[in-house]
T-cell receptor
Framework: KAGVTQTPRYLIKTRGQQVTLSCSPI?????VSWYQQTPGQGLQFLFE???????NKGNFPGRFSGRQFSNSRSEMNVSTLELGDSALYLC???????????????FGPGTRLTVL | AQSVTQLDSHVSVSEGTPVLLRCNYS??????LFWYVQHPNKGLQLLLK??????LVKGINGFEAEFKKSETSFHLTKPSAHMSDAAEYFC?????????????FGKGTMLLVSP
């Protein structure tokens, strides 16, 4: 069974640009969550999608948005990039809503975004 | 709100000696607790999880953790460290009040293993 895949693996952008990251969950998984990982703030929850609906959102500005398609693939978009958006963006999928009892999240390798 | 504190940012051990990574959590409800490991340039992998069954949880690669409600702790242990255990470890909590839909991660503990 293929794992969670994220594309691209590496991205370099300049301030003010926008970026779209893609995540393909494990087959059959309906929940996709996004996290931002930085050395200073650690792992922070961005949002979770389940059955094409955003179920939960972390404390990030509106520049961060996402969506989920009918095949459960998800995209995350960041507009008007800032230097502080440089981070590793991780996607995780699970069968049911994330964090539920005995519900394991499977993580992808991440997309390393560098904003210059 | 739920929270988790990993008491050590770095832990150094010698190969073959025991590993102890400490985690304290805060949750007013029935928590689910997880330990994840992240190797360099890799995603996170689940080591083990506690979901109100047995308080002593066994995971992969010889790791185990004990849930102690009275101490609000969920420390990760391994009897004998291996070089391949060098990685960053994250303690994670989720509780019923949040609808189990949000995972809160600790800041991570970097485990260094010397030969």
């Amino acid at each position: 069974k293929a794992g969670v895949t994220q594309t691209p693996r590496y991205l370099i952008k300049t301030r003010g640009q926008q970026v779209t990251l893609s995540c393909s969950p494990i087959s059959g998984h309906r929940s996709v969550s996004w996290y931002q990982q930085t050395p200073g703030q650690g792992l922070q929850f961005l949002f979770e999608y389940f059955s094409e609906t955003q179920r939960n959102k972390g404390n990030f500005p509106g520049r961060f948005s996402g969506r989920q398609f009918s095949n459960s693939r998800s995209e995350m978009n960041v507009s008007t990039l800032e230097l502080g958006d440089s981070a590793l963006y991780l996607c995780a999928s699970s069968l049911r809503l994330a964090g539920g009892p005995a519900n394991e999240q499977f993580f992808g390798p991440g997309t390393r975004l560098t904003v210059l | 709100a739920q929270s988790v504190t990993q008491l050590d940012s770095h832990v150094s051990v010698s190969e073959g000696t025991p590993v102890l990574l400490r985690c304290n959590y805060s949750s007013s409800y029935s928590p689910s607790l997880f330990w994840y490991v992240q190797h360099p340039n890799k995603g996170l992998q689940l080591l083990l999880k506690y979901t109100s069954a047995a308080t002593l949880v066994k995971g992969i690669n010889g790791f185990e953790a004990e849930f102690k409600k009275s101490e609000t702790s969920f420390h990760l242990t391994k009897p004998s460290a291996h070089m391949s255990d060098a990685a960053e470890y994250f303690c994670v909590v989720s509780d019923r009040r949040s609808g189990y839909s949000t995972l809160t991660f600790g800041k991570g503990t970097m485990l260094l293993v010397s030969p």
